[in-house]
């Protein structure tokens, strides 16, 4: 239960350092989208990735090349799904979603916290951390497509041509 054998115990150590060195080579010649926070798929990628290192380095009946492969394939398949995104409309539509704005012009937009299932609370808490003292002093917040929000000061608003493409903004 506590220990098996000296031999497991230097697998993993060899396993772990070959399988980590792998992914970080890996991870740089995909580049840096590979692990941005972006949008769902890529926290799937990053956690299966996470998962595969795991089982590489903990199960014997995984051998080293065929974890590496497995890394390969998820880092390979997010890469095309990114690629695929940047080129392709209909299928970034299909695989991202959209910005959503949820308060404009000092006024939160009750459909549209309801329809992203965000409380008054939650954006009030999001304008707190900007370190803005009430929503009349906010010109906009957007839920980003990473589930993140972004506050936009009245005071530091100027053209909104950050908010482009953002869906539902009111313009003129």
């Given at each position: 239960m506590?220990?098996?054998?000296?031999?497991?115990?230097?697998?993993?150590?060899?396993?772990?350092?070959?399988a980590y060195a792998a992914l970080v080579v890996l991870l740089r010649l995909s580049g840096k989208r590979t692990l941005a926070?972006?949008?769902?798929?890529?926290?799937?990628?990053?956690?299966?990735?996470?998962?595969?290192?795991?089982?590489?380095?903990?199960?014997?009946?995984?051998?080293?090349?065929?974890?590496?492969?497995?890394?390969a394939?998820?880092?390979?398949?997010?890469?095309?799904v990114a690629w695929t995104s940047v080129r392709v409309g209909r299928f970034r539509r299909a695989v991202k979603s959209t910005p959503a704005l949820l308060v404009w012009?000092?006024?939160?937009r009750?459909?549209?916290?309801?329809?992203?299932?965000?409380?008054?609370?939650?954006?009030?808490?999001?304008v707190r951390s900007q370190g803005v003292g009430g929503l009349d002093?906010?010109?906009a917040v957007v839920l980003?497509?990473?589930g993140?929000?972004?506050?936009?000061?009245?005071?530091?608003a100027g053209g909104l041509d950050a908010l482009d493409d953002v869906p539902d903004v009111p313009r003129g």
């Open positions: 506590f220990f098996d054998s000296w031999t497991g115990l230097l697998r993993v150590v060899v396993v772990g350092v070959c926070k972006m949008n769902a798929f890529d926290l799937v990628a990053t956690v299966a990735l996470g998962s595969t290192l795991a089982t590489v380095l903990l199960t014997s009946d995984v051998a080293l090349a065929e974890g590496v492969l497995a890394l394939l998820l880092i390979g398949a997010q890469f095309a012009q000092g006024r939160l009750d459909r549209e916290l309801r329809e992203q299932r965000v409380s008054r609370s939650e954006v009030l808490q999001a002093r906010v010109a980003e497509t990473d993140s929000f972004s506050v936009i000061p009245a005071s530091s």
